[in-house]
């Protein structure tokens, strides 16, 4: 019945109208080529017979009001069902977080992007809808990514969009790495996707790209992929290189990528992470202030419980600010050029 449904081809109809879960799962084949498997609502595997190696994970609303990547994630879809285009690397799609898709917000309870690498469980015993699904979504990648043999590629990109516009439109997220090289074959990939600005995380976290990244030596990033907008408002244009390029991907298609050059690319290393301790955190600088803007040391950028915080680096530039998050979550991410990172 659900796959009947399926016959539209719109595999995001089918999960916003089913946004808890699907009542058992169901899989069929496309062509002689293709297995397809939906798991749950929002979670449809795209199975080559003959496959080139590479393990790709996309995902999509986390944060349920972030719609451009879910109408990009959902358009891939649609263009392998109809068999438009056919898979040849194993891929999951995942829509995060369809609740809050449906009310059109970021979250319902709890932001989900806090909430992964077990995080969903602490404390034990407390249940909203987001720590139901990141518990669901981290055994679909540990399914997805462990059914196969060992010495494959995997890859996790987790699309997201900002609240805010940004001096450098498209920029990821690269997950603290501790003893890993950071790949110049995967920042050329996002360059080429239009993703021209990368930001090397400096510590764990609990969001989804660092849980693929950790857990299984997942290329991994939280890529934005520009300005949040309503669903059926994103300028589409906007995303015809990361398209062509997420194509090309799991159509094992030639990537066509340049040798990596730190001069064709912007980076950033996060300098540190300010987390809010009281109700009073505010920030000193405009509401519209763009993500990346860049303040001198000393500027006071933020006042908490009677205290100025203010820059410590000579300069520090400034992403994600946001005053109206829980005690104890970031408030705002501070970064600085990156010189040294290694890179290979
Ligand atoms: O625009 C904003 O303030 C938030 C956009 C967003 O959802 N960003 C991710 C980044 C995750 C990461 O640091 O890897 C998030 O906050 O979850
Ligand atoms: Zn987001």
Partial sequence: MLQALLDSKDFLALTLANPHTFDGTFSFKLGDHTQVEVWDTGVIVFEPVHNEGKDIVLSCGVHGNETAPIELCN????????????????????????????????????????????????????????????????????KFYTSVTDGRQRIHYDLHTAMRASKHEKFAIYPYRPGRAFSGEQIMFLAASGVDTVLFH?????TFSYFS???????????????????????????????????????????????????????????????????????????????????????????????????????????FPNAKVPIGNRTVICLIPAVNAHVR
Wanted: aromatic fraction near 10%.
């Fill in 75 to 142: 358009g891939l879809i649609t263009q392998l069902l109809q068999q438009k285009i056919i898979a040849k690397q194993r891929t999951l799609f995942l829509i995060g977080n369809p609740l809050a898709i449906n009310n059109g917000t970021r979250i319902i309870d709890e932001n989900m992007n806090r909430l992964f690498s077990g995080e969903h469980s602490n404390p034990p015993g407390l249940i909203n809808p987001e720590r139901i699904r990141a518990k669901k979504l981290e055994a679909y990648v540990d």
């Fill in 202 to 206: 400096h510590e764990p976290t609990t």
């Fill in 213 to 319: 990244s950790e857990r299984y030596g997942a290329d991994a990033f939280t890529i934005e992929l520009g300005k949040v907008y309503p669903m059926g408002q994103n300028d589409m244009t906007r995303f015809i290189a990361t398209h062509e390029m997420f194509m090309r991907l799991i159509t094992a298609k030639p990537l066509e990528l340049t040798d990596f050059d730190a001069d064709k690319v912007n980076l950033y290393q996060v300098c540190r992470v300010i987390n809010k301790h009281a109700d009073d955190f505010e920030f000193t600088f405009a509401t519209d202030v763009e993500n990346f803007r860049s303040f001198p040391k000393g500027f006071v950028l933020a006042r908490e419980g009677g205290q100025d915080i203010k820059v410590e680096q000579e300069f520090e530039s400034i992403v």
